[in-house]
């Protein structure tokens, strides 16, 4: 329910037809418009269902769930816009515009994320029990946290990333990072990573999958000691593992 001191918003269907970005990724009903006035950074809080994030146009923020809207609630603190859901089960879809926010925090918990080519300064997403997935996502700073969910990253675009989860597994596909530090207690840890200059990948009982841009790394054959520093002999990376001796583990050249 929108209380006394919420942003004034107006209903989609009075929205431009640019606007209406959330038509583009199969949105359906009517939603909510938040004008920007200010707003730099958007805190989200979800209890149970999903939460997914695309890119928009114009100068606002737009807000839909498929539940109950009166469940769904929003106001600004400064420049900080708060948005909080208590719908079980319910999705809450939301369309932020390139490049105008400073961070965007999503607690989700147990729901699951997903974050779908969104230019933004610093993304921190934690969550119980939910997957996240994100998709070509350019930040300065990307953090995800999960404690048994999987988590997917594809074609992201980062200085620094990173991943954490304690029974889950994190594989990223096709991304850019300057610094990668992912750990998972008995997760599978499968990454494709391009321009890193640092990385380091720590597991308790499973396994670790790293794909560097070719001439990076030669292929290697796993020591039998508990901590294994690379050689100096991978082009300026600094590449650490962390691993029990029994885990299987594998550094390539890929692209």
């Known amino acids: 329910s929108r209380a006394a001191d919420t942003t004034d918003v107006v209903l989609e269907e009075s929205l431009p037809a640019q606007d209406q970005t959330a038509y583009d990724y199969g949105y359906e009903g009517d939603g909510f418009w938040v004008p920007l006035e200010g707003i730099r950074a958007v805190n989200v809080q979800m209890v149970t269902g999903a939460v997914w994030v695309s890119a928009g146009d114009g100068g606002g923020i737009f807000l839909r769930t498929d539940g109950d809207e009166r469940l769904l609630h929003w106001e600004q603190n400064g420049n900080t816009l708060n948005i909080s859901s208590r719908g079980g089960g319910d999705t809450l879809y939301m369309a932020v515009p390139d490049d105008v926010l400073d961070s965007l925090t999503i607690n989700a918990s147990p729901a699951d994320v997903m974050i779908d080519t969104v230019n933004i300064n610093t993304l921190d997403i ?57 750990k998972s207690i008995s997760g599978e840890l499968e990454m494709d990573l391009l321009g890193a200059e640092r990385i380091a990948l720590e597991t308790t009982s499973g396994s670790i999958d790293l794909s560097l841009e070719a001439g990076s790394c030669p292929p290697r054959t796993p020591p039998e000691q508990l901590e294994a520093p690379m050689p100096g002999d991978c082009r300026g990376v600094d590449l650490r593992l962390l691993f029990a001796p029994s885990a299987a583990w594998r550094v390539q050249d890929y692209f």
């Open 126 to 182: 934690t969550t119980v029990t939910g997957d996240v997935r994100a998709g070509w996502v350019n930040a300065a700073e990307i953090t995800v946290k999960t404690t048994s969910g999987d988590v997917y990253l594809d074609g992201l675009t980062t200085d620094s990333l990173n991943v954490s989860t304690a029974s889950g597994d994190v594989e990223g596909l096709s991304s850019s990072a300057r610094v990668l530090e992912a």
